[in-house]
């Protein structure tokens, strides 16, 4: 079962979806998340931790109980999918995250920590009433309301990372820092920090990302295909720079992705 809800202004500006995932025992118990320069919110209401590993062989499991944040990643990350499980999770926009987080966003980076040591106790509370809640539809609703409670006395977004972010996504393929940050108005330093404070990535790590997340859902589709076409049309200098990129932010050369399904571009099952 899947649900997902897009929540109204104000939240909306910050977040893209709230969402309630149940389902029973994968065939695999380990997956590779792909990137996606955004940074989430993981509750788990049926399982009393998530498991997270520092490298795709699946060493050095952590077991994190209770709800996470994961920061903006530039680069795969390994879950543990063991057991059922039901989860209710939020995924910001680029920089929406800055409002709930202060200045955590740098820190969190390539990171997964427990949403309590940046919340305190009330994250814990928080997850408690969700699980104890009579229906997704209410775990979710308590999620939203709690977030549009700490919208309300949060510091309004950076303009220039709310400007940033929309002018890389207006054309994901040719993403180039220079060019916004010249319209920007801003030294280079002065971009690059306020742009990193607010989407916990730097310009180029976001943008090479969001080049990659732009090819996955037509390769999720259509499988392997002519490379050097793919290259060209994905805004990578040439086929050797699109495997240099694939290989650095997925783990994986082009030719091997295989995501879990086709609505799940980020998602590619581990062999046990």
Same mark, same amino acid.
């Not at 990350?77 to 059922?84: C, D, I, K, L, S």
């Not at 229906?135 to 220039?160: G, K, V, Y």
């Not at 709310?162 to 994901?172: D, L, S």
């Given at each position: 079962?899947?649900?997902?809800?897009?929540?109204?202004?104000?939240?909306?500006?910050?977040?893209?979806?709230?969402?309630?995932?149940?389902?029973?025992?994968?065939?695999?118990? !380990? *997956? #590779?998340?792909?990137?996606?320069? =955004?940074?989430?919110?993981?509750?788990? $209401?049926?399982? &009393? +931790? /998530?498991?997270?590993?520092?490298?795709?062989?699946?060493?050095?499991?952590?077991?994190?109980?209770?709800?996470?944040?994961?920061?903006?990643?530039?680069?795969?990350?390994?879950?543990?999918?063991?057991?059922?499980?039901?989860?209710?999770?939020?995924?910001?926009?680029?920089?929406?995250?800055?409002?709930?987080?202060?200045?955590?966003?740098?820190?969190?980076?390539?990171?997964?920590?427990?949403?309590?040591?940046?919340?305190?106790?009330?994250?814990?509370?928080? !997850? *408690? #009433?969700?699980?104890?809640?009579? =229906?997704?539809?209410?775990?979710?609703? $308590?999620?939203? &309301? +709690? /977030?549009?409670?700490?919208?309300?006395?949060?510091?309004?977004?950076?303009?220039?990372?709310?400007?940033?972010?929309?002018?890389?996504?207006?054309?994901?393929?040719?993403?180039?820092?220079?060019?916004?940050?010249?319209?920007?108005?801003?030294?280079?330093?002065?971009?690059?920090?306020?742009?990193?404070?607010?989407?916990?990535?730097?310009?180029?790590?976001?943008?090479?990302?969001?080049?990659?997340?732009?090819?996955?859902?037509?390769?999720?589709?259509?499988?392997?295909?002519?490379?050097?076409?793919?290259?060209?049309?994905?805004?990578?200098?040439?086929?050797?720079?699109?495997?240099?990129?694939?290989?650095?932010?997925?783990?994986?050369?082009?030719?091997?992705?295989?995501?879990?399904?086709?609505?799940?571009?980020?998602?590619?099952?581990?062999?046990?």
């Amino acid at each position: 079962m899947f649900l997902s809800q897009r929540p109204a202004p104000p939240l909306a500006a910050h977040v893209d979806c709230l969402w309630y995932s149940a389902r029973g025992e994968l065939p695999h118990t !380990r *997956e #590779r998340s792909l990137p996606t320069g =955004s940074a989430d919110i993981v509750v788990p $209401l049926l399982q &009393d +931790h /998530l498991v997270r590993y520092d490298d795709a062989l699946g060493n050095a499991a952590r077991r994190l109980r209770g709800a996470v944040v994961q920061g903006a990643h530039d680069r795969f990350n390994v879950r543990g999918t063991e057991g059922p499980s039901a989860v209710v999770g939020v995924h910001f926009r680029p920089g929406g995250a800055a409002a709930f987080f202060a200045g955590a966003l740098p820190a969190l980076r390539n990171r997964t920590e427990l949403l309590e040591d940046l919340w305190g106790p009330v994250a814990r509370t928080l !997850r *408690e #009433r969700m699980q104890a809640a009579s =229906s997704p539809q209410q775990a979710l609703q $308590l999620m939203h &309301d +709690h /977030l549009l409670q700490r919208l309300m006395t949060a510091p309004a977004p950076d303009p220039l990372a709310t400007f940033a972010v929309m002018a890389f996504r207006r054309e994901p393929a040719g993403a180039r820092v220079a060019p916004v940050q010249h319209a920007s108005g801003c030294m280079p330093a002065q971009f690059i920090r306020r742009f990193e404070q607010a989407v916990g990535l730097t310009p180029k790590r976001y943008a090479r990302v969001l080049r990659l997340g732009e090819l996955l859902p037509a390769l999720a589709r259509c499988g392997p295909r002519d490379w050097a076409q793919v290259a060209a049309g994905g805004g990578y200098a040439d086929q050797s720079h699109l495997i240099r990129e694939f290989r650095a932010l997925a783990g994986m050369a082009p030719g091997a992705y295989r995501p879990v399904r086709t609505d799940q571009p980020t998602h590619v099952a581990l062999p046990d």
